[in-house]
């Protein structure tokens, strides 16, 4: 009789587990994630932006909601070479012919990259002038305050 019980309880506590995922995160929904970028390594940079693209081939384009939030030293994944003796604080401008084709490719999936204000003002960077197609709506006040958004509504947060 004990080994009944046990087993029924066993049962109730997994049928409980399955709809509570269930419920959780319904089939049709999107992945909500936030890629955080703040140092500026190139080949890290670019081991991102790979890991991304692996992430949108196993769950598909259609079935993600993702953005790159880009401060401080992160910034130079789309700072032009050309503008790193006009701005502060950059060792590395890193948006090089290859990095913006991946950068490309990705937001031509759906990938939004959002760049912090706070940097940009400090550093002295034109968006303009000095950044990789990097639209004013890219702007974002603060990048550390954008993650804990993104968090706060859901999004899984990914330091690579």
Not at 48 to 65: F, M, P, S
């Amino acid at each position: 009789m004990k080994k009944l019980i046990n087993a029924v309880l066993a049962g109730l506590v997994g049928l409980m587990a399955f709809t509570g995922a269930a419920a959780a995160a319904p089939a049709d929904t999107k992945q909500k994630v936030v890629y955080h970028i703040n140092g500026d390594d190139a080949k890290q940079q670019a081991g991102a932006l790979r890991n991304i693209q692996n992430h949108i081939n196993a769950v598909g384009k259609d079935n993600l909601d993702l953005r790159v939030v880009m401060h401080g030293n992160g910034v130079s994944m789309v700072l032009l070479p050309e503008a790193l003796d006009k701005v502060k604080g950059f060792k590395n401008a890193n948006a090089t012919a290859e990095m913006e084709a991946r950068i490309d490719g990705l937001k031509n999936q759906g990938v939004r990259f959002e760049v912090c204000a706070n940097t940009l003002k400090g550093r002295q960077v034109d968006r303009e002038r000095d950044l990789y197609m990097v639209d004013s709506a890219d702007i974002v006040p603060s990048g550390v305050a954008e993650l804990a958004i993104l968090q706060s509504q859901g999004y899984a947060y990914i330091k690579p």
